[in-house]
Nanobody, 125 residues
């Protein structure tokens, strides 16, 4: 069974930092693009960041560009989201995603193969 398990969410003050982790199992991790989506209460789900299977290509939402960094460790089947200078607008459930096609995550083309259960990030004023 494919599982994507997120961890690292929590409550942080404005300006703080968090590292989210996603552990993948049941897939050949190194051939899958990985990414993070988030969804705030009452708002649409949006892409946060995506990384190619080899880790050499990334894309970020404009709202987080320069503050967040996505990375992966293909030896350990892990993907990370390092979040810095957090703002109240970053408050959302964060979901790890996986797909064989980079564009499926970056552009939601053809749907996304796998989703994690999410981890909550709350940024207080």
């Amino acid at each position: 069974q494919v599982q994507l398990v997120e961890s690292g969410g929590g409550l942080v003050q404005t300006g703080g930092s968090l590292r989210l982790s996603c552990s993948a199992s049941g897939i050949e991790f190194k051939i899958h693009a990985m990414g993070w989506y988030r969804q705030a209460t009452g708002k649409q789900r949006e892409l946060v960041a995506v990384i190619s299977n080899g880790g050499r290509v990334t894309h970020y939402a404009d709202s987080v560009n320069g503050r967040f960094t996505i990375s992966r460790d293909n030896r350990e089947n892990l993907v990370y989201l390092d979040m810095n200078n957090l703002k109240p607008g970053d408050t959302a459930g964060y979901y790890c995603v996986s797909d064989r096609t980079y564009d499926a995550i970056a552009r939601q083309e053809g749907g996304i193969d796998y989703w994690g259960q999410g981890t909550q990030v709350t940024v207080s004023s």
